[in-house]
């Protein structure tokens, strides 16, 4: 499985980013063959992993993955069992937290409850012996790109959530680290306040143009804010590459199906040609696109989101007959779960549906179908 992030995938998130799609930025964070054992556990096993200058990255993946250990390792809370860590090209073996070009935001945002906002956010200036003056024209200005100059004087346990967690990000950017770490940040809010700081960090990453490596288990999150993703299981890296091709062109079936929903059908290869595969699933025989060589005979899951399944009622054509087995109605669009008629496949299939548009009731009988392209062979 690769681990590094192929140039295609930091070009596409460099658009994003609004960073020259033609000139990948360089890594300034390098880890190589990393990892970190507590006893018996492995947190994290074996990464190589290369950041981008001044893109939002997200560190992706179900918890107990190794997440938080690989940040408090950039950091400087844990040192690596075996490999290296180096930030802008530094080997940051025996460099303390306090001499690396870094900072962390934590889920519980970790303030100083009796002292007030300036204070919180003024606190790593004093540690770092700024003068006063500088100090606080310094944490003004954290907060004026935080949007809370009006809580300047605020105490903290008068902050709400969402305020309390800007506080930690001003606090976290007054030395201007060439990385911001965040862990978790918003998961401790309600879902509509979270929703809204995404865009908040997304726009601050942005004007500062400073790297942001963010951690997360919530896919929906991953996906809205991030130039690429880092998706991680078991202490590894299974995929690093932009968020659309995350999603687009998973690279096994753990990627596949923990990003979105799928619909994952075990098939055998029969035949592969110009990346085209023919394969058999059930006594059926389906294309779907496929990388790299596939040998004939090769047991492997063909994949479909299930926005991608398209239904349609009566016609003829190659296309796969289905029966409805249920209908839900959620809103802007209809879940449908199908089997294909004579066999024990099942199909998620996610229609859009318009004001006054039929619904298919169970039992219905239909056509499925997918465009060229839309269905992929995984091997693993
Ligand atoms: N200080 C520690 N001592 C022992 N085990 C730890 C320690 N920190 C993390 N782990 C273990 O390492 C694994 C990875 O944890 P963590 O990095 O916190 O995952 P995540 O942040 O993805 O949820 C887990 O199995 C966790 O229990
Ligand atoms: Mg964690």
Redesign the pocket.
Known sequence: MSSGASTDALTAGSSLAGVSATTPAQAVVRLSRVSKR??K?V??DEVNLEIPQGHFTTLL??????????L?MLAGFEEPTTGTVEIDGRDMRGVPPERRPVNMVFQRYALFPHRNVIENVMFGLESARVPRPSALARAREALATCNIENLETRRISELSGGQAQRVAVARALVNRPKILLL?EPLAALDVKLRRHLRFELRRLQQELETTFLY?T?DQGEALAMSDSIVL?NG?RVIQHSSSRELYDAPNCVFAATFIGEANVLSCTVRSVAQDVAEVVIDGITMRASARGPVPEGTQAHLYVRPERVALRQGGEGADLQVTVTDAAFEGGIVRYWLTVRDTQIELVAETMVRAGDAIFPPGASLQASWEAGEAHVLLE
């Open positions: 507590f006893g556990v947190a994290v993946g179900p918890s107990g993955c190794g997440k938080t250990t690989l408090r862990d951690v288990h991680m202490g």
